[in-house]
């Protein structure tokens, strides 16, 4: 099973090579710009031949990239300021959740997002972005103040799904998550999530029951994650790859599906290789996706989330 390392190891080999030539034309005062230029063009031509036939398989190894931005990074790019906060006010503060007050080209909004942590120590801490119930209870917290003060909220869904540990269902994770669920239906104010990675299971379906649900263009969006499905339905996790294909969890199989609104574009070669040019595009796309929901009332807001909700999964038959 090829790995996203293997596939990216000729990229990453022309970019030491341009790397390399850069420092020796500073150390040197030589002009190696036409060789720069040559190895730059050669770079664009492979990545473009490798993006252009991804498979599933590979769109999830492209989500899960360990350098790929997290939540926190996206906050810090897309919003002229952000204050976090913490804790459920039942005396828990779940590390996996980030949230708190943001404003983003004139809005000023309720930001909630899951944080895998970018070295193993931040993501023991942040129990590799899979909350627990205090985590749910802490972003209902926080969609609860975005009612009070009539602001729209945000939510970056980044979780291969919601902690499946002993402790978290002996605290009620199921229960969290249906209530984080039911709090974002019940709001009066815009909402809209946007699935930046991993886009999981209940872990990911709490925090995105929104009036609209944008995904990045390398994200995956599933019940379950390939590994899992793979082991259940083919009694071989080493199937993943037949499985990702199955479950139709890249996001242009999520719009035709209807399970999202929109795919916001990344960057030749995915977000990790440009997070500033990926946060503007999603900062676009969300404040357009603002403009459009702010002319709705409040009972419209809700009606339209419960109907879109309603209509996932809803055909009709040629007869």
């Given at each position: 099973?090829m790995?996203?390392f293997?596939?990216e190891?000729?990229?990453?080999?022309?970019e030491?090579?341009?790397a390399e030539?850069?420092?020796?034309?500073?150390e040197?005062g030589?002009d190696?710009?036409r060789?720069?230029?040559e190895?730059?063009?050669?770079?664009?031509?492979l990545?473009r031949?490798i993006f252009?036939h991804?498979?599933?398989?590979?769109?999830v190894?492209l989500?899960?990239?360990?350098k790929?931005p997290y939540a926190?990074d996206?906050?810090?790019?897309m919003?002229e300021?952000?204050?976090e906060?913490?804790?459920?006010?039942l005396?828990f503060?779940?590390?996996?959740?980030?949230a708190?007050?943001g404003?983003?080209?004139?809005?000023?909004?309720?930001?909630?997002?899951?944080?895998?942590?970018?070295?193993?120590k931040?993501?023991q801490?942040?129990n590799?972005g899979m909350?627990?119930?205090?985590?749910?209870?802490?972003?209902?917290?926080?969609?609860?103040l975005?009612?009070k003060?009539?602001?729209?909220?945000?939510?970056?869904?980044?979780?291969?799904a919601?902690?499946?540990g002993v402790?978290?269902e002996?605290?009620?994770?199921?229960?969290s998550?249906?209530?984080?669920?039911l709090?974002?239906?019940?709001?009066?104010v815009?909402?809209?999530a946007?699935?930046?990675?991993?886009g999981?299971?209940?872990?990911a379906?709490?925090l995105?029951?929104?009036n609209?649900?944008?995904?990045?263009e390398y994200?995956i969006?599933?019940v379950?994650p390939?590994?899992?499905?793979a082991?259940?339905?083919?009694?071989?996790?080493?199937?993943?790859p037949?499985?990702a294909?199955?479950?139709?969890l890249?996001?242009?199989r999520?719009l035709?599906?209807?399970l999202?609104d929109?795919?916001i574009?990344e960057?030749l070669g995915?977000?990790?290789?440009?997070?500033?040019?990926?946060a503007?595009?999603i900062?676009a796309?969300?404040?357009?996706?603002l403009?459009?929901l702010?002319q709705?009332s409040?009972?419209?807001?809700?009606?339209?989330r419960y109907?879109?909700?309603?209509?996932?999964?809803?055909?009709?038959?040629?007869?």
């Open positions: 099973m790995t996203i293997e596939i190891k000729p990229i990453n080999e022309l030491s090579a341009i030539l850069r420092q020796l034309a500073l040197k030589l190696r710009s060789e720069i230029a190895l730059e063009a050669q770079r664009e031509r990545l031949q252009e991804l498979s599933a398989w590979d769109k190894l989500a899960r990239h360990p790929r926190l996206y906050i810090r790019l919003c300021s952000f204050m906060l913490h804790g459920d006010r005396g503060d779940d590390p996996a959740i980030v708190g007050l404003k983003m080209g004139g809005y000023k909004l309720v930001i909630v997002g899951q944080q895998k942590g970018r070295d193993l931040e993501r801490q942040r590799f909350a627990k119930p205090e985590g749910y209870r802490k972003a209902m917290r926080m969609f609860r975005a009612e003060f009539r602001l729209p909220v945000l939510t970056l869904v980044d979780t291969p919601a902690d499946p402790e978290s002996s605290r009620g994770i199921s229960e998550i249906a209530q984080s669920m709090t974002l239906f019940e709001l009066t815009p909402t809209i946007v699935i930046i990675g991993e999981g299971s209940g872990g379906i709490a995105a029951a929104t609209r649900v944008l995904m990045l994200a969006y599933s379950i390939p590994e899992g499905c082991a259940i339905l083919y009694r071989d996790p080493n199937k993943a037949q499985a294909e199955a479950l139709k890249t996001a242009d999520a035709e599906l209807g999202i929109g795919i574009p960057p995915a977000a990790h290789r440009d997070p500033q040019t990926t503007l595009s900062r796309a969300v404040l357009q996706q403009e459009t702010s709705l409040p009972e419209e807001l809700r009606e339209q109907q879109r909700f309603r209509n996932i999964g809803v055909f009709q038959t040629a007869q």
